[in-house]
């Protein structure tokens, strides 16, 4: 197998991996780690709290939603991809960015291939504009279901999301409640699980937490539905809990 010289490029909410919830930044954690563990250079861009075996290149010295307040966290991404694509991409083989669609301006200038992987909802009707604008990259989803809203694209394959089998044991007697994890975003409508769960009567724990966009729709979709027996918020959570 030949050996690459990879880029990965987090986004830089939370470190790599979070202290707590973050999908895609414990996506890219596993996927750095199994990369460096096959025996490929790999470096990563995240924030300066993340912990990796790959070498890591720091943007910000702490994640965007822990350290200092700033005005605009696009800003700080388009920061780190000048840097990447201006300054860097000669240094690689290939680029695997996480950031999405504000990849797409300098990756397209680029003479080193780029592979973006698409951690979202795509049935989005500006989403779709700018995917089908620039059809030709090489596009990752993490669902075949995921590509339906844009089918005609350059999708090069399908990603599931993969962590370490080791990483939780399997229960055979699960105790007698469903579980909601994961963040509080109208696009998730846990308030529809919530009510659900009340309406059957069945045990419900949400473990999520609520990022600053997010907040309205907590306070008025969520929060009034929390006064019952059988919902329970825990807060936010980490791995080992």
Same mark, same amino acid.
């Given at each position: 197998?030949?050996?690459?010289?990879?880029?990965?490029?987090?986004?830089?909410?939370?470190?790599?991996?979070?202290?707590?919830?973050?999908?895609?930044?414990?996506?890219?954690?596993?996927?750095?780690?199994?990369?460096?563990?096959?025996?490929?250079?790999?470096?990563?861009?995240?924030?300066?709290?993340?912990?990796?075996? @790959?070498?890591?290149?720091?943007?910000?010295?702490?994640?965007?939603?822990?350290?200092?307040?700033?005005?605009?966290?696009?800003?700080?991404?388009?920061?780190?991809?000048?840097?990447?694509?201006?300054?860097?991409?000669?240094?690689?083989?290939?680029?695997?960015?996480?950031?999405?669609?504000?990849?797409?301006?300098?990756?397209?200038?680029?003479?080193?291939?780029?592979?973006?992987?698409?951690?979202?909802?795509?049935?989005?009707?500006?989403?779709?504009?700018?995917?089908?604008?620039?059809?030709?990259?090489?596009?990752?989803?993490?669902?075949?279901?995921?590509?339906?809203?844009?089918?005609?694209?350059?999708?090069?394959?399908?990603?599931?999301?993969?962590?370490?089998?080791?990483?939780?044991?399997?229960?055979?007697?699960?105790?007698?409640?469903?579980?909601?994890?994961?963040?509080?975003?109208?696009?998730?409508?846990?308030?529809?699980?919530?009510?659900?769960?009340?309406?059957?009567?069945?045990?419900?724990?949400?473990?999520?937490?609520?990022? @600053?966009?997010?907040?309205?729709?907590?306070?008025?979709?969520?929060?009034?539905?929390?006064?019952?027996?059988?919902?329970?918020?825990?807060?936010?959570?980490?791995?080992?809990?």
């Amino acid at each position: 197998m030949k050996k690459l010289r990879i880029a990965q490029l987090s986004p830089l909410i939370e470190s790599v991996p979070p202290k707590k919830y973050g999908g895609t930044e414990r996506v890219v954690y596993y996927l750095t780690e199994g990369l460096v563990e096959r025996g490929h250079e790999v470096t990563l861009f995240a924030s300066g709290d993340s912990v990796t075996s @790959a070498r890591l290149i720091a943007p910000v010295k702490q994640s965007l939603r822990l350290g200092r307040k700033i005005h605009s966290t696009i800003i700080m991404h388009m920061l780190m991809l000048s840097k990447v694509y201006e300054e860097m991409a000669g240094e690689f083989d290939i680029i695997h960015s996480h950031l999405e669609y504000l990849t797409l301006p300098y990756a397209s200038r680029s003479r080193t291939p780029t592979v973006l992987t698409m951690h979202g909802r795509l049935d989005v009707p500006d989403y779709v504009d700018i995917l089908k604008r620039y059809s030709s990259m090489a596009w990752v989803s993490i669902s075949d279901a995921q590509r339906a809203p844009v089918p005609g694209i350059n999708w090069v394959g399908t990603v599931y999301h993969g962590y370490p089998e080791n990483l939780f044991e399997f229960n055979p007697d699960p105790q007698d409640y469903f579980l909601y994890l994961g963040r509080f975003s109208e696009e998730k409508r846990p308030d529809e699980a919530i009510r659900l769960a009340r309406a059957c009567k069945i045990h419900l724990k949400l473990a999520a937490k609520i990022d @600053a966009a997010d907040k309205a729709y907590f306070k008025a979709k969520i929060e009034p539905l929390l006064d019952s027996p059988y919902i329970e918020y825990i807060g936010e959570v980490d791995d080992r809990r």
